[in-house]
């Protein structure tokens, strides 16, 4: 039987389906689970340089506010930079080399389609790798827009012929972010894949869960000691850093006008044509097909069943399917 539309079938016969493909694109199959959990970036760039059917992996540098910033571009065989890209956004406190990013890279190259990762700098010079909670905190949600703004219109000056953009959780939300507010523009398609919501209620009840004190008094406290452009929260809960020290004005943008961070309240402006990946078993991200609109001509729904939120092990493959189909249409 086949799967309803707009859902990615799980168990044997999507195995089936994917050694399939694997033999038709001389892709290399998916191992075991626990060989995919060890998956790291370099094993990644190890085999797009040595499998056939991939092609080079570069890191590249933008400056960008005073700041480096940092990506990793892969380009599929035979391929180069104006056959077009799309730009990827980490999640919260990560980077373009983390575990996703890498995987869905190597599945977009194998492919046909060329990526770039981008790392955020959160405030940063040169960042890379995980965000160190001991840093202070001091990023901004604009900021954030901005640079991924920058990056898309790196890739333009490049030659890219058509530029499409995706983020994962917390990135998807920051890319909506950026499209509703035309910080970015002129992007051809959108992929949201497992991206953040923000219900004041759920964000209120979710923090003084993990970290044992109400978030009304720190907002509060927040707001009295903004004035002062030097200080810090500390020790703080924030994010997913538990005694964190924190930019009084950092943690109102991240905690205070929620529906900036809200995937599905931020759809309704954006004009792009989009696609969201929900994960069918995400453990992080819950309820957002209850509260994503209707598809439409220019919104597309996909759940990935059985996924978790970091598309682990063979969910991977299903999620750089999804992807470039839509890319490439």
């Not at 399939?20 to 797009?48: D, H, K, N, Y």
């Not at 040595?50 to 892969?74: C, F, I, K, S």
Request: glycine share 10%; proline share 6%.
């Amino acid at each position: 039987m086949a799967p309803p539309p707009g859902r990615v079938p799980r168990g044997p016969a999507r195995r089936r389906a994917r050694r399939e493909r694997g033999q038709r694109t001389g892709a290399v199959p998916c191992g075991r689970a626990e060989t995919m959990r060890a998956l790291s970036w370099l094993t990644v760039l190890a085999a797009m340089l040595t499998t056939p059917g991939y092609a080079r992996a570069e890191a590249v540098q933008l400056q960008h506010d005073g700041r480096t910033l940092n990506a990793d571009l892969t380009l599929p065989a035979g391929g180069d930079i104006s056959g077009g890209l799309v730009v990827l956004v980490h999640g919260t406190l990560m980077h373009g080399r983390m575990e996703i990013m890498a995987a869905l890279q190597k599945g977009l190259a194998e492919r046909g389609v060329g990526s770039l990762a981008i790392t955020l700098s959160l405030g940063l010079n040169d960042r890379r790798g995980p965000y160190d909670c001991a840093t202070p905190h001091r990023h901004m949600l604009d900021d954030t827009a901005r640079e991924i703004g920058a990056w898309t219109q790196w890739a333009k000056e490049r030659g890219a012929a058509r530029v499409d953009l995706a983020g994962h959780s917390r990135g998807g939300a920051q890319v909506a972010y950026a499209l509703a507010n035309h910080t970015v523009s002129g992007v051809r398609r959108v992929v949201l894949i497992a991206p953040a919501v923000s219900e004041p209620g759920e964000v209120a009840t979710g923090y003084e869960k993990t970290y044992g004190i109400p978030l009304a008094a720190l907002l509060a406290g927040a707001i009295t000691r903004s004035a002062a452009p030097d200080t810090l929260l500390r020790p703080i809960g924030f994010l997913t850093c538990r005694d964190a020290a924190v930019a009084p004005r950092t943690f109102l943008d991240n905690y205070t006008g929620l529906s900036r961070h809200d995937t599905p309240t931020l759809l309704a402006r954006i004009g792009d044509p989009t696609l969201v990946v929900i994960a069918g078993n995400d453990e992080v991200v819950r309820g957002l097909d209850r509260r994503l609109p209707p598809a439409s001509d220019r919104l597309r729904i996909v759940t990935v069943d059985g996924a978790d939120h970091q598309f682990l092990d063979l969910y991977g493959e299903d999620l750089a399917e999804a992807v470039a189909t839509f890319i490439k249409e």
